[in-house]
């Protein structure tokens, strides 16, 4: 009875002890409800295959709604969970995120984190981490007994831009019919202020008619490493060489600037308007001319008129002398015929 007793005490103390491992934590999930730009906005791009990428803009504030929970649906109440754009590349958090009584969280930071990203293809990753302690994110939540989770989400973010006048093509005297019109504009990300070079600007040249600007023509140019596009066109006053059958009213165009994405797989670039342009109008010629003269480069007459190349003037004191000069000579000339 003995050899039993101590046989099945050694048994026992040989036995593995169980321990709380891994294994033994319980299993935990992430769902994402919502994310978009902005508070409430939730807008989707859908790829040809039918992959669907939530939109966001480059330097603008975004939002998530989602929950955490256990594998069975039971919502986790007060954790912290991490959030990452584009992990792989940079593993600090952008911010974190607290579940409440249900599991759910809410998050949306308008004044303090945006989508530091230019337009493209982007990963925002919700990760529950209780093991780690995060550096800017979450402190270790070891003990409880919970599986990590992580929930990756491909976005499209996308650019507004801004189109600035560079090259103004306002003329306060006016144009003469058959002068060139010419102007320049630049294409810039509007919250970094950096060029955006390679994409199709559409210059749309409009005339007024029946109380209503109409379209002409369109021309179209690229930018360059600089941003910049460029249009210039023939004034033709009052003539409208695209469409006979109408006329410009007082000789009033316009160029209307419009910015449209050109890739033809996905939009980077939110399309843009520039309609507040300068209005193009004919010249009024002055009292001491019969018609306008053009300022265009192309018929500006540069030779010298004068050794100094310098135009001569006359002044009012000249003007003086001019005048008592003839009438002098007009009453000599009275006088020597009444003499005779």
Not at 115 to 130: C, K, S
Not at 234 to 263: L, M, R
């Amino acid at each position: 009875m003995k050899k039993l007793v101590l046989v099945l005490t050694i048994t026992f103390l040989l036995a593995p002890v169980d321990s709380v491992t891994a294994e033994d934590e319980i299993e935990t999930s992430i769902l994402i409800d919502e994310i978009g730009a902005f508070r409430t906005d939730n807008e989707s791009f859908t790829q040809s295959d039918g992959t669907q990428y939530p939109i966001l803009y480059s330097m603008e504030a975004f939002h998530i709604k989602g929950s955490l929970s256990l594998d069975g649906g039971e919502g986790l109440t007060d954790k912290c969970l991490n959030i990452y754009v584009n992990p792989d590349i940079n593993d600090i958090p952008i911010s974190t995120t607290i579940s409440d009584e249900n599991g759910n969280f809410d998050w949306y930071m308008p004044t303090e984190v945006r989508i530091e990203e230019l337009e493209g293809f982007h990963v925002v990753r919700i990760e529950f981490e209780p093991e780690n302690s995060v550096a800017e994110g979450c402190e270790s939540d070891a003990g409880g007994g919970f599986e990590g989770s992580t929930l990756d989400i491909g976005v499209l973010v996308r650019s507004n831009v801004d189109i600035i006048i560079k090259e103004n093509w306002q003329n306060p005297s006016g144009y003469a019919e058959g002068e060139i019109v010419e102007g320049e504009v630049v294409i810039l990300r509007d919250r970094f202020d950096l060029i955006v070079e390679g994409e199709i600007v559409e210059f749309h040249k409009m005339f007024w008619n029946d109380s209503e600007w109409k379209t002409a023509s369109i021309d179209r140019d690229v930018t360059d490493e600089d941003g910049s596009a460029n249009f210039s066109f023939e004034y033709t006053q009052f003539n409208v060489p695209q469409h006979h059958g109408f006329s410009a009213d007082e000789g009033k165009w316009a160029v209307f600037v419009h910015f449209e994405n050109t890739n033809d797989l996905y939009p980077l670039f939110v399309e843009k308007w520039l309609n507040s342009t300068p209005i193009i109008m004919p010249c009024t010629p002055s009292l001491l001319e019969s018609a306008c003269e053009s300022t265009s480069e192309e018929t500006v007459v540069t030779t010298p008129v004068n050794p100094g190349n310098e135009v001569p003037s006359i002044g009012f004191t000249h003007l003086i002398a001019i005048y008592f000069c003839a009438a002098f000579s007009y009453s000599r000339r009275n006088n020597t015929s009444l003499q005779s």
